[in-house]
């Protein structure tokens, strides 16, 4: 894709996950790699729902702008993971309602959060670890997210919220869609009084990892 593509990908995926209530008010932020190996990232501050194409942020894996809006105030965890995975080609983070809601539960499996009911969560997202609470733009948090970043695809953050990765900016959001789903069927299960049936061993063994 080229640089202009990618803009305007990044303005209408952010348009619809706002439009869809994945998003709201300032939170969140996306970046996808340039085939030069700088980077797009939205600007701090700015409502996923309200891109414009010209202002994104450009970045180098230094963490540079090289023009554009200042940049999200976590482009360091996302620029953190780029560096450990170079296979991953775009970032969305959210704080989208059910999956920050998981995040905010006691309890949690804290190697995946969601123990598997539901294949595409498996070939998707699984194993989900939880990052533990640090102040949202802070160095401990891009560090603790450095941490996991070669072990998981995705991540939930403690108090926080969702990060998914893909190759492309349309791979990491089909995730994020896909991981707030799955959360809100978790509650939806907890809350209907039926014990959910998991997927055994077995059934996990059969399906693969798809981006
Ligand atoms: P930025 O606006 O700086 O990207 O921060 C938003 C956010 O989601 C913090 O967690």
Known sequence: MTEKE???EM????A????????SGNGGNMSARLEDGTFIATPTRSSLGRLRAERLSHVNLSGELLDGDRPSSECAFHLNIYKARPDC???????????TALACCE?????NVIKPFTPYYVMQIAPLPLVPYHKPGSQALFDAI???APKARCLLLANHGLVT???????????????EETARLFFLLK????????LSEQEISQLKPID
């Open 165 to 179: 990765t893909g190759a492309s900016l349309e791979k990491a959001v089909n995730k994020a869609e896909e991981l």
């Open 191 to 198: 809350g209907s009084g039926s014990r959910i049936k998991y």
């Open 11 to 14: 303005v209408r995926l952010g």
């Open 107 to 111: 309890g949690l499996d804290p190697d």
């Open 146 to 148: 450095a941490s996991y």
């Open 16 to 23: 619809s996950l706002f439009e869809r209530g994945l998003t």
């Open 89 to 99: 080609g775009a970032i969305v983070h959210l704080h989208s309602t059910h999956a």
């Open 6 to 8: 990618v803009r305007e």
